[in-house]
């Protein structure tokens, strides 16, 4: 993806913040525990928040959390919903925090739109040592049949690649971390996945995928004849075709420590 796509991706979320506040899932617990424990303290930011899915996540752990995020529209729901957190306009690029004052920086289905080579050393900035760096992704389960169809019928942008746990494994082995000079500022990454799920209705995933940034930029015809065919699809699965069900996910996460 280049600058300009990217640009144009990472910043169509802010038209559709209160339903992305409303229908983008949480992230595992199990998978929040084990990208901290390693972390020198509990001193955690929370970059690239969005509307606060993973600020509440790690509020439920005991974590002193700060959130940053760029969009304005993003920022007010998440201070909506968390009004107790400290929450800065800010990115990853410009990151508004002194050098050393956090153990962690998580990201949740975030890091990907970062520019590592402007982010990766601020990232490291404010990092205490070995302190922890972490993306974590929500990605659908097709081993299982139904999702397996409703990725193909909905297309790369409401289920990409990203957002399927083989493409997430190939994609975040060879993600280009920190450096300065020849000497690395990270170790080795670690992977891990862990089950998840998110309770939804035909129409409520409906408006789950239609937060997507590939849906959002869209023309509206297009993007309205591809939620036709997810709902056509939904409707013809016993899984899916009446009342709620629960959407098979994993919480995945890449995790390094600095050194």
Partial sequence: MDQDDRLLLSSSFGTAAVAYAEHRPDYAQAAV?????????????????????????LLALGAE???VEPDPAMLTELRRALPAVRALPGSAEAIPLPDGSVDAVLAGNAMHWFDMDVAGPEIARVLAPRGILAGLWNVVDDRVDWVAGLARV???????PRDMPISWRAETADMHLPKTGVAPQFGSPEQSEFPHGQHRTADSLVATLATKAGMLVMPEQEREATLGRI????ASRPETARGEFTLPMLTCVLRNQRV
């Fill in 231 to 234: 709902r056509a699809f939904l």
């Fill in 33 to 57: 525990r084990w990208t901290l424990e390693r972390a020198p303290g509990q001193r955690v930011l929370d970059l690239g928040a969005g509307t606060g899915k993973l600020t509440a996540a």
């Fill in 154 to 160: 909905s297309g790369s942008a409401a289920i990409g």
């Fill in 65 to 67: 959390v700060i959130a």
